[in-house]
């Protein structure tokens, strides 16, 4: 399995499979209509019953953190606010874990792999695992009272249900019959592991190895692994578990995905370089000039052709069918060492990538050029067997210009022109030690290829692909500049309301 923009052949047989097995999935998905009605029964019996009546030392919030400075501290900012509402309910005070802290493999942020820690560790004396993201904003008072609900001495995988809208490439066109059925959690708006639960993952995970060489969609594969092929649990939805609907029910929401940190970075201190080869010239590249191009300061199409009419520029590297890893270490090389010498930032994109520059301007003024940064939507290769995470290519790669000088200062280089050119990225950093830093708000396919309730709490960065769509629309419809600026008035708006 390659990355969507690269699987090519490689996915038909993956998603053969997945097309020939759909009608056993739906009919094992149909079975957990009886589980959910079980689950419900179970949960009936706990209102009557009241034992529940947890306290919060029984929970172990874990927040899905980062190490790049200022991810760092926006967790410590939400641990805190979970330590203050804490102590003013006079309780003993809940574990709080930060995510990046707790391991030093690479895979940390897949989650499954550190449920045999937290089996060890909590197993005796907690009764639930709570997960939240960054952004996530809790309600202490509230999550108590939601979590009551359920016999924390049973099986539980709580969370905002997500569905698929269609069959998508990203899910491997999992449940093709009817995407509908299969339920994911939206991790932005928290989720939730009984212990029971994470003690029988835990022993699966000691009998048998993880199967996927990548990690993709982590929400979904999550979901997918605790389902099991219809032997484990579905999600149950908790309507409590919010993430655009702030309310006094609700126990979770999110402040804004658009981060908030003064003024946008200056557009003369971001270059974009446009990977594009000769036969896609006439029909990607103006639809790059009719929408994007224009917010860039500077911007340059690289190809294996040189077009004066565009322009572009000529790098001397054959064009290759799949990976573009020489032409993206030479455009790496050109940046660093040829030009460009006090442009912080560098962004590099397909020609068939739909991004807003003004949106990517006020992330960056989140993020110290100065450090070592390489960032977008984070995918893994191998996680559970020594592998490496990497920035998936087609919803673009943000380098500072500190982790590119880094990345040329080692030998570490393409074993060749056509390798996959983000996860030879991706191995660089990782063996350099610099880690990728995630942004949901990058995206690696279309729109439709995501729920809409996932896509409704984000102001999206980026989106990739034209198949089957119109790129135009897409961009005027999810990046256009106009919808950023709303996006940001709100984003001010919910920042004063949180002072």
């Known amino acids: 399995m390659l990355p969507p923009a690269r699987r090519g052949r490689r996915l038909a047989l993956p998603a053969l499979l997945s097309l020939l097995t759909c009608s056993l999935a739906f009919a094992l998905v149909s079975e957990d209509v009886k589980k959910e009605a079980k689950q419900s029964k179970n949960l009936e019996k706990s209102d009557i019953s009241k034992k529940n009546d947890i306290d919060l030392k029984e929970i172990v919030f874990v927040i899905q953190s980062q190490s790049n400075s200022f991810h760092v501290k926006k967790a410590e900012q939400l641990k805190q606010s979970i330590l203050k509402q804490s102590a003013a309910l006079t309780q003993e005070m809940p574990t709080v874990l930060l995510l990046h802290q707790l391991a030093q493999q690479e895979g940390a942020w897949t989650i499954l792999p550190l449920l045999p820690h937290f089996s060890v560790?909590?197993?005796?004396?907690?009764?639930?695992?709570?997960?939240?993201?960054?952004?996530?904003?809790?309600?202490?008072?509230?999550?108590?009272?939601?979590?009551?609900?359920?016999?924390?001495?049973?099986?539980?995988?709580?969370?905002?249900?997500?569905?698929?809208?269609?069959?998508?490439?990203?899910?491997?066109?999992?449940?093709?019959?009817?995407?509908?059925?299969?339920?994911?959690?939206?991790?932005?708006?928290?989720?939730?592991?009984?212990?029971?639960?994470?003690?029988?993952?835990?022993?699966?995970?000691?009998?048998?190895?993880?199967?996927?060489?990548?990690?993709?969609?982590?929400?979904?594969?999550?979901?997918?692994?605790?389902?099991?092929?219809?032997?484990?649990?579905?999600?149950?939805r908790v309507p409590e578990f919010c993430t655009d609907v702030v309310g006094s029910a609700c126990a979770t929401s999110l402040q804004s995905s658009l981060p908030l940190c003064g003024n946008p970075v200056k557009k003369e201190d971001i270059f974009v370089a446009v990977k594009t080869c000769k036969k896609f010239h006439g029909d990607r590249i103006p639809i790059v000039k009719q929408t994007w191009a224009g917010q860039a300061g500077h911007l340059e199409y690289y190809s294996d052709y040189a077009d004066s009419s565009i322009p572009t520029v000529d790098l001397g590297i054959p064009n290759t069918d799949r990976g573009h890893c020489g032409k993206t270490f030479a455009i790496l090389e050109r940046f660093l060492n040829h030009s460009h010498d006090k442009i912080p930032w560098l962004v590099i994109v397909d020609d068939d990538t739909l991004i807003s520059i003004s949106r990517l301007r006020h992330l960056l003024s989140c993020y110290d050029a100065r450090e070592p940064v390489f960032l977008g939507e984070r995918y893994g290769y191998g996680l559970g067997t020594g592998g490496y995470s990497y920035v998936t290519g087609g919803g673009g790669m943000v380098f500072s210009r500190e982790a590119i000088r880094r990345l040329l200062a080692s030998k570490c280089r393409c074993y060749s022109n056509d390798a996959?050119?983000?996860?030879?990225?991706?191995?660089?950093?990782?063996?350099?030690?610099?880690?990728?830093?995630?942004?949901?708000?990058?995206?690696?396919?279309?729109?439709?290829?995501?729920?809409?309730?996932?896509?409704?709490?984000?102001?999206?960065?980026?989106?990739?692909?034209?198949?089957?769509?119109?790129?135009?629309?897409?961009?005027?419809?999810?990046?256009?500049?106009?919808?950023?600026?709303?996006?940001?008035?709100?984003?001010?708006?919910?920042l004063r309301e949180e002072l």
């Open 121 to 236: 560790m909590y197993s005796r004396n907690s009764s639930w695992i709570f997960f939240c993201e960054e952004e996530t904003r809790i309600q202490i008072v509230q999550l108590l009272e939601t979590l009551r609900r359920y016999d924390p001495s049973k099986e539980w995988f709580l969370g905002k249900a997500l569905h698929d809208e269609e069959s998508t490439i990203i899910h491997h066109y999992a449940f093709s019959e009817n995407p509908t059925v299969f339920k994911y959690p939206d991790l932005a708006a928290g989720w939730a592991l009984s212990i029971p639960l994470v003690n029988k993952l835990t022993k699966r995970l000691k009998s048998e190895s993880l199967k996927s060489d990548f990690t993709i969609d982590l929400k979904h594969e999550i979901a997918l692994y605790i389902w099991d092929g219809g032997n484990g649990l579905p999600l149950t």
């Open 420 to 494: 996959p050119d983000d996860m030879v990225l991706g191995m660089c950093f990782s063996g350099l030690g610099i880690p990728v830093t995630h942004s949901p708000l990058f995206h690696q396919a279309r729109p439709v290829d995501y729920p809409k309730d996932f896509l409704s709490h984000q102001v999206p960065v980026s989106f990739h692909k034209h198949w089957n769509i119109d790129p135009v629309k897409v961009y005027f419809t999810w990046l256009a500049p106009g919808e950023e600026d709303r996006a940001r008035e709100q984003s001010r708006r919910g």
